[in-house]
């Protein structure tokens, strides 16, 4: 079998990097923090005070049939939240880990005239309050265009 010198060059760097760095110290190289509990790593102070940092499944449920206002240079957008769904791992065997991931979508109503691109947009909703999230269009019917939002983190 023939490997290319881009397989070669890529394999090579990591084995080097791998040797002289160690694996703790590669960690620390892509800003990762030790690891605290059960060996994952540690969450970032930044994303401890995020205002969606408790927000669960759940909690987002109790907002069905609420608007949020996507903050566009455009103008605002408004979304309704029509359904929340709780996503679990495809693993055949689920892992330790899978057990402490939080994973859920929320699929957002919007208007057919304002569509909105995928990225990352200002998000306001009045009991929630102002953030920051990544929309993306699912799809483009006839009558109503809808948006994913993915929530995938470490649960708490």
Sequence with gaps: ???????????????SLFAVVGVKGVASIFAQQGADREGLFKIPVDSQTDP????????LSGYL??????????????????????WEPRFSAKSADSENLDCFAALFRGPLRKPLQSGT????????GTFTLFVTP???????????????RIRQ
């Design 52 to 59: 969606l940092n408790g927000l669960t499944e759940e909690m």
């Design 121 to 128: 947009y200002t998000v306001n909703h009045h009991p929630l």
């Design 138 to 152: 699912v799809n483009s019917h006839k009558n109503q265009r809808l948006y994913e939002i993915i929530f995938n």
């Design 1 to 15: 079998m023939t490997e290319s010198r881009r397989t070669f060059l890529k394999a090579g760097t990591l084995a």
């Design 65 to 86: 049939n609420t608007k949020f206002q996507i903050i566009t240079s455009g103008g605002d957008v408004e979304l309704e939240l029509i359904k929340v769904t709780k």
